[in-house]
């Protein structure tokens, strides 16, 4: 397969001469490439596909197809699992709880039509089997769920947690006790076990100008790794006792290589690296290219050495901290203002080029995380070789907002 064309301003500009901006794109020639990559760090194990990274069904359905290992979706929220259902998308496993009774009863009613394609929906507590039941009739078939464990890594004598705050479930026997209480329950089966090492996964391990904290994070990585593989092995092993597992899920984008080894896991999940974000930039176990994009139009010019774009301020979720703000890309040497980062409505920027850009010009950023970009666009323009081969709509260009 050959690799991805040259990415500059000049050979964007060619593309999208006649697109006005703002817009999205994705660039197919390097998406594919991070896709193949990552089938490549992933071993022999097959990679679900996480929605909340692409957010786009026409992109969805293409990474589906490009190959089967690539098999089913994690999805973010229920309605949006139910959304995708309705679409013809199967072998759905949700990520995260819900505490929504109207999409759990049309859960319900779809476990009741084709109990043996119905989404897994994950659950860490009691109260999450009581909001199940509560939806569910008398002679209504079980649902599907998945016990959520907690990944992070507990160190100094479990004084210190490292990774997201997800599931209070840590131990064999706290998932074991949940197990059981499942088991109890008729109308709900346990058919999947997931596990996020957010802290492995998430983490970029080469911070650009800190090599203390690279050092400091690689070691925890290292350690929690370790700890982890050895504790869900144990947790799958207690749980064979009395339950057969269809699914045991792990690892993301950047932990691949890493997850995939374990035994026990049966498959990994990947999203953010098909776009390839300049979160995942400075990871030192991998090398992706930048797949998706945004171009903004240059609006003024307050000074021979600056050009401010129109909008631009597209943050991205998590700590409040200059990595969560989209980065000037193209033409590269560009940078934000200290003074007003990415705004609301303008976006100045610095550098040299900056100079050279002048109204009605064009400049192409890149933002920080993969999914959240098509909260932003209705549509994403899509690039192979020097042409736009298709149009297509994300989740908000189908009027779809999930959270």
């Avoid at 071993?43 to 190959?67: F, H, N, T």
């Avoid at 259902?85 to 109207?102: K, Q, S, V, W």
């Avoid at 950047?254 to 049966?266: I, K, M, N």
């Avoid at 979720?317 to 980065?327: A, K, V």
Wanted: aromatic share 8%; net charge negative.
């Amino acid at each position: 397969m050959s690799g991805p064309s040259s990415q500059s301003h000049a050979r964007y500009e060619r593309i999208f001469e006649q697109v006005e901006a703002p817009f999205a794109f994705v660039d197919l020639d390097a998406m594919w490439a991070n896709a193949a990559a990552m089938l490549e760090r992933a071993g022999e194990k097959p990679v679900r596909v996480a929605s909340k990274s692409i957010r786009c069904r026409p992109l969805l359905e293409a990474i589906l197809r490009r190959d089967p290992r690539f098999q089913g979706l994690m999805t973010f929220t229920l309605p949006e699992t139910l959304w995708l259902a309705e679409h013809g998308f199967d072998d759905l496993l949700l990520a995260y709880p819900t505490a929504d009774i109207g999409a759990l009863e049309e859960l319900a009613l779809r476990s009741a039509a084709d109990p043996d394609r119905a989404p897994i929906v994950p659950v860490d507590c009691v109260e999450h089997l009581d909001a199940i039941e509560s939806v569910l009739g008398a002679n209504s078939p079980p649902v599907r769920v998945c016990v959520d464990v907690d990944a992070g890594w507990w160190w100094l004598g479990g004084r210190v947690k490292v990774g997201p705050k997800r599931s209070p479930l840590r131990t064999p026997e706290q998932v074991v006790a949940l197990a059981r209480e499942i088991e109890s329950r008729p109308q709900i089966e346990l058919d999947a076990l997931l596990a996020y090492e957010g802290q492995i996964a998430g983490v970029p391990d080469r911070p650009p100008g800190k090599p203390l904290r690279g050092m400091m994070i690689r070691f925890m990585q290292r350690r929690s790794a370790r700890e982890l593989s050895q504790r869900r092995a144990a947790i799958v092993t207690a749980l064979s006792e009395f339950v057969e597992l269809e699914v045991v899920n792990g690892g993301g984008t950047g932990s691949l290589e890493l997850t995939s080894t374990e035994e026990v896991v049966s498959e990994v999940t990947a999203g953010s690296g098909f776009f390839a974000p300049t979160h995942f930039d400075h990871y030192g176990r991998f090398t992706l290219t930048p797949a998706a994009g945004f171009a903004l139009p240059i609006v003024r010019k307050p000074s021979p050495q600056v050009a401010t774009a129109l909008g631009g301020g597209y943050l991205a979720s998590g700590t409040s901290e200059p990595s969560r703000l989209p980065g000037p890309w193209l033409p590269p040497g560009l940078e934000l203002d200290a003074e007003e980062g990415a705004g609301e409505v303008q976006t100045p920027l610095l550098g040299p080029p900056a100079a050279e850009l002048a109204v009605g010009d064009r400049a192409y950023f890149r933002h920080a995380k993969a999914g959240e970009l098509c909260e932003r666009f209705s549509r994403l323009h899509l690039v192979e070789g020097e042409r736009i081969v298709d149009v297509v709509p994300t989740y908000r260009g189908e009027g779809k907002t999930f959270l």
